[in-house]
């Protein structure tokens, strides 16, 4: 067979294979087997110059001219691969709706259920006040007149770093700093997460805290009760009203237990007259801790002019999981921090 017969052939041959390349993968290796540096078409060119010269310029133009040829009909296989590829997987029906869009995040319950109570407390003229959650034994206990034998001074009751230092139990440091940082008249809440080795459907590892004070001259219990309940109403409803128990805490004298009435039902019962399930037939729920600070707090500031023979003040703590449980019916903390969504789900900003 001579030179461009044999050539002939090729571009017969190779045509066939082009048309018969199925995916781009395939028309790859048809183009490398007919048109690569080492296929049979380029290697005739090559060897031109062995030739007879009366042969040379022939098969030189017969070589040159199949070669682009094959070229242009594997960019058209190409062409008609890629297109085919894309109308079979990728293609755009408009006529389809269009797809759903994802579900907004919201705001953890937690955070939810805090910044309501923070708006309520600046509402009422209170400044919001923060500090380390690693705090200084002075601060967390010393400075709060809490007895070296106190209960919560021990290891089991409270996470120790070292023998000055621990993991807050409350934010009533928080507190101490104010004064130390501002004189008076002072009027701070302070929220944050707080730290205790308890673990049951009520109590937690870490929670969350908001603490409140005012100090100013001629502060008294009345006024604390105002603001309680002025609390109590935005938070729980506009006809509740708040009980006040005798109580005892360190830092403050005298001390309260605070009682909200229930929402739930009236004077403990439900309609069909069975026994409340919230309040469980006391008619009252327990919200949080108050009282007037203890003079032997301002005492540890007095030098910030916190003279506790001129002002007064009053403090409250309330756990912020206890107050998100009684607006909506949860019935164990550790539901907070599982991260089920379907649980989560349920409290989507409003």
């Known amino acids: 067979m001579s030179t461009l017969d044999r050539i002939a052939a090729l571009e017969s041959e190779a045509t066939a294979a082009i048309a018969a390349s199925a995916s781009v993968d395939a028309l790859a290796q048809t183009r490398l087997r007919y048109l690569g540096r080492k296929s049979e078409l380029p290697l005739l060119l090559r060897a031109i110059s062995q030739l007879p010269p009366e042969e040379r310029a022939a098969v030189g133009a017969a070589a040159n001219r199949t070669r682009q040829t094959l070229e242009a009909l594997v960019s058209a296989r190409e062409g008609d691969l890629a297109s085919g590829a894309i109308s079979a997987a990728e293609a755009l029906d408009v006529t389809l709706p269009g797809s759903p869009p994802l579900p907004n995040g919201h705001l953890h319950l937690i955070t939810q ?19 380390p959650e690693v705090e200084l034994v002075e601060y967390n206990f010393d400075a709060l007149n809490t007895d070296a034998t106190h209960p919560s001074r021990a290891r089991s009751d409270t996470f120790y770093i070292d023998d000055e230092t621990v993991l807050r139990v409350h934010t009533s440091p ?10 008076p008249p002072l009027y701070v809440i302070a929220p944050g997460r707080v730290f205790r080795p308890d673990n049951d459907a009520t109590h937690a590892p870490q929670f969350h805290q908001i603490e409140g004070l005012a100090v100013d001259e001629g502060v008294t219990l009345a006024d604390l009760k105002g603001t309680l309940l002025a609390f109590a109403r935005q938070i729980f409803g506009d006809q509740r009203e708040v009980l006040l128990r005798p109580h005892f805490f360190p830092f403050t004298e005298p001390s309260v237990e605070v009682d909200v009435s229930c929402f739930n039902c009236q004077a403990g019962y439900l309609r069909d007259g069975s026994r409340c399930p919230l309040c469980k037939g006391s008619g009252w729920l327990e919200v949080l801790g108050a009282g007037m600070v203890d003079p032997n707090v301002f005492a540890y500031v007095a030098e910030h002019g916190y003279d506790p023979e001129r002002v007064t003040g009053f403090a409250f703590g309330m756990g912020i999981e206890r107050i998100a449980m009684l607006r909506h019916g949860v019935p164990d903390l550790r539901l907070y921090f599982d991260n089920d969504l379907r649980f989560l789900g349920q409290f989507g900003a409003r």
């Open 113 to 131: 259920t805090r910044r309501e109570i923070e708006d309520v407390f600046l509402g009422l003229g209170f400044q919001i006040a923060e500090g």
């Open 174 to 183: 928080v507190q101490v700093r104010a004064m130390i940082a501002q004189p």
